[in-house]
């Protein structure tokens, strides 16, 4: 992570306090994806330390500890399906996350079905396809450019295994038209399973940074989201995008993606995230 490598130096520097090292800090905690308000309020908060990097370090913990579940477990006895739904920005993880708690649930006992909601493109579904193949899990298609609204509520009429993941097509979140599809798909689910979706995830990229507060917010508003998983943190993100979310929604962090397979899904560790600034 560039930076905690970034951060260690200034840090090294900052033992005398000088006001332009605090700035220097608050500009890497900016670069790093924290926003402003959040590495001004960070590194205020850090101007009477006498131990920086342990006090920078309990001021992340505070804000990340408290969110980090083990979404596993949240599966509860409801009517089968339990129903999770994935959404996100295009591009941000969501095909491949679907594949990742697929192997998790299975590998824990359940039996796992997924929906091919993004109908838009046809190499979507092929993608998911291949998963669902290599995962063993059954898949439910569009033959053509169906209602991704109309597919979601057949699945969810027709899955009889324990839980029934459903993957979306990315969208922008100021996209009128795509964000009402998802509201769409949210209001046919409860038709079928009024507690439906019984979980709803927002897929984020670690590596975009930008936005991230505006996409919760939005996909927010159509749902409430259960939780956030990061994608694609072994691409050398910076770190700050989740540590932002976490201050300013509260929502459960769910899980960290670490790469393109199956197994590449791990529980955030705060432990591990801080790590590097000890190193
Ligand atoms: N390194 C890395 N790559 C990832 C991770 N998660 C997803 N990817 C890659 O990111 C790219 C996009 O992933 P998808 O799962 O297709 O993303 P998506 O959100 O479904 O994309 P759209 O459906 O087009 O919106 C693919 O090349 C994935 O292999 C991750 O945790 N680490
Ligand atoms: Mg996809």
Redesign the pocket.
Known sequence: MIFFKKLKSVINKIGNKKKKDFCELEDILIESDFGVNLASKISSALKDSNNILKDLKEELENILSPLIKDFAFAVNNSRKPFVIVLC??????????VAKIAKLFKGIGYTVDIAAC?TFRVA?TE?LEIWAKRLDCKIFKAESQREPASLAFEAVQSSVSDILII?T??RLHNNLNLMNELSKIYRVLKKVKESAPDMSIL?IDATAGQNVVEQVREFQKLNEISGIII?????GAKGGTIVRISDEFKIPILGV????SEF?LEKFSVDKFLKDLME
């Open positions: 996100g920005v295009n591009g941000s993880g969501k095909t491949t996350t993004d979507a993608q993957d097509a990315g897929v994608s694609k943190m072994d691409g993606g670490t790469g393109e590449d």
